[in-house]
């Protein structure tokens, strides 16, 4: 006879499919260690952070927060954006165009997440710049729209590390552009 509720649907054994999965991500896990995957997701957070502060794209006006504690000990993996108030839907309209999935908070909040297990300082680099240029159309729809006009577009992204006004910005301890394979 059945068990009632949610022990009925339990199973004695996990599916061939499920095990498959289980066992591909213990081989992954397997070529790393928890202490290496803490110490690149610290990484790439700060690489995050500091692209997101230092960039000539986030001046004179930064049109976000970051409510997230700077102290590494403090955080995980993710910064939460305090997007300026009545650009997150148009933030994030461009971000997922440019298939870029990131979580967000209602009113005006977005978290940003590096993965260290497949996540490379090129990928970092690459969501800041779709993320400026989200921005400047989120504020350029506003503005248009505020003065009765359509959408404004402005020109895709497109800029290497060396080109963002022509000053580099580099990984952690880098002397060079940011490698694909990191």
């Known amino acids: 006879m059945p068990r009632p509720g949610a022990a009925g649907y339990q199973l004695s054994n996990p599916s061939a499919l499920d095990l ?102 090129l990928d970092v680099w690459n969501f800041v710049q779709v993320f400026f240029e989200a921005c400047r159309r989120a504020v350029g729809e506003s503005v248009a729209c505020a003065n009765g006009a359509g959408s404004l577009s402005i020109g895709g992204i497109g800029a290497t590390p060396t080109q963002l006004a022509g000053v580099p910005v580099l990984p952690p301890g880098g002397v060079t552009p940011p490698d694909p394979n990191q």
């Open 20 to 121: 498959s999965a289980v066992v591909a991500s213990l081989e992954i896990f397997g070529q790393t260690s928890m202490a290496e995957l803490r110490r690149k997701s610290a990484s790439l957070t700060k690489y995050l952070e500091k692209l997101l502060l230092e960039s000539p794209e986030s001046k004179p006006k930064r049109l976000f927060t970051i409510l997230t504690s700077s102290n590494a000990d403090e955080r995980g993996a993710q910064l939460s954006l305090r997007l300026e108030p009545g650009l997150l839907d148009s933030v994030l309209h461009s971000l997922e165009e440019n298939g870029v999935i990131v979580d967000e908070r209602k009113p005006d909040v977005i978290r940003v997440a590096p993965v260290p297990l497949y996540n490379t300082y």
